[in-house]
Each structure stands twice: as structure tokens, then as C-alpha cells.
């Protein structure tokens, strides 16, 4: 499978991050499979912004944990690595909670808005997707190919 990775360097040697605010499936290095989410990931870093390409080749024998869709199960696990708590997996797949979602998630955890409301306003947005290569055990399912500029 390729996966891309949106970034302001080429990232021929991916390494885990640990450091930084806490994202949707905790540290790791985050990829996906729709090239245009990784150009759009890209155009956010500074003063480059440039695209790497992967081979995934899936390792049996790794931790993973796959969401198909945003379920009762993805939000919860969102809001609690958002909260920093850690996990044991090597891999996580699904849905992303991009910034609107984020402001939903937020809204839900404070009470503003009910999981129902949630529910119904992150309905309407597009399809998105991450894979989080949490340990270096997983990194070693991964290729480098390519990289271009946007």
C-alpha cells in the first residue's frame, strides 16, 4: 500500500515523535492514504512544504488497532490520547479529527455540545485518514520511495 506524509523536509528515515501537542492517536509518524490530505498537511508546514511517498507493506505480529469509520470506540480513543493518555499499540489506522472535528471533540468534552450533536455535525465532512506508526518495531513496515515539493 503507499501512504504519504506532508511536511516542510523530505523524510527518507521516519522517526517516532514524542514530543509536541498530543494528536488524534498519540506520538508516532503519521501518514495516510489520500495523497491530497498529505499536500494539505504540507502547505501547513514552513518554509517548505513537501510530500514524501511510502511503501506499507503490513507486518503480522504488531499491535494494531483499525477504525473503520468514526465510532463511539474512535472518539473515545481520540479524546483520550488528546488527553495524553498513552497506549500499547504499534499501529493505528482511521478517521481523522481535523481541526473542525477537533473544535467538536472540544465542545463535547466541556459539555457544550451533547456526543448526539457531535455525531450529527461531523457527518457532513469529508472523508479523511491517518496511520500513526507508533513504535519503531512498526517504522520497519515502511519504505521510503520518494519525495516531491509542492
Not at 507493506?57 to 469509520?69: A, I
Not at 488528546?82 to 478517521?95: C, F, K, L, M, Q
Not at 455535525?121 to 500513526?132: D, N, R, S
Request: with cysteine; hydrophobic share 35%; proline share 3%.
Amino acid at each position: 500500500m503507499e501512504i504519504y506524509h506532508g511536511s516542510n523536509v523530505s523524510v527518507e528515515k521516519p522517526l517516532i515523535q514524542t514530543t509536541g501537542f498530543y494528536k488524534d492517536f498519540g506520538f508516532g509518524f503519521y501518514c495516510t492514504v489520500f495523497e491530497k490530505q498529505a499536500q494539505r498537511w504540507a502547505l501547513t508546514k514552513k518554509p517548505r512544504h513537501i510530500v514524501s511517498l511510502y511503501e506499507y507493506n503490513e507486518e503480522h505480529g504488531l499491535n494494531t488497532l483499525r477504525f473503520d469509520s468514526m465510532t463511539e470506540e474512535w472518539l473515545d480513543f481520540i479524546v483520550s490520547c488528546r488527553r495524553g493518555i498513552r497506549h500499547n499499540y504499534d499501529i493505528v489506522e482511521g478517521p481523522m479529527a481535523d481541526d473542525t472535528i477537533w473544535d467538536y471533540i472540544e465542545d463535547y468534552i466541556s459539555g457544550t455540545i451533547t456526543r448526539e450533536a457531535f455525531w450529527i455535525l461531523v457527518k457532513f465532512k469529508y472523508p479523511t485518514h491517518q496511520i500513526v506508526f507508533c513504535t519503531d518495531k512498526a517504522l520497519q513496515a515502511v519504505s521510503f520511495i520518494k519525495s516531491y515539493a509542492l
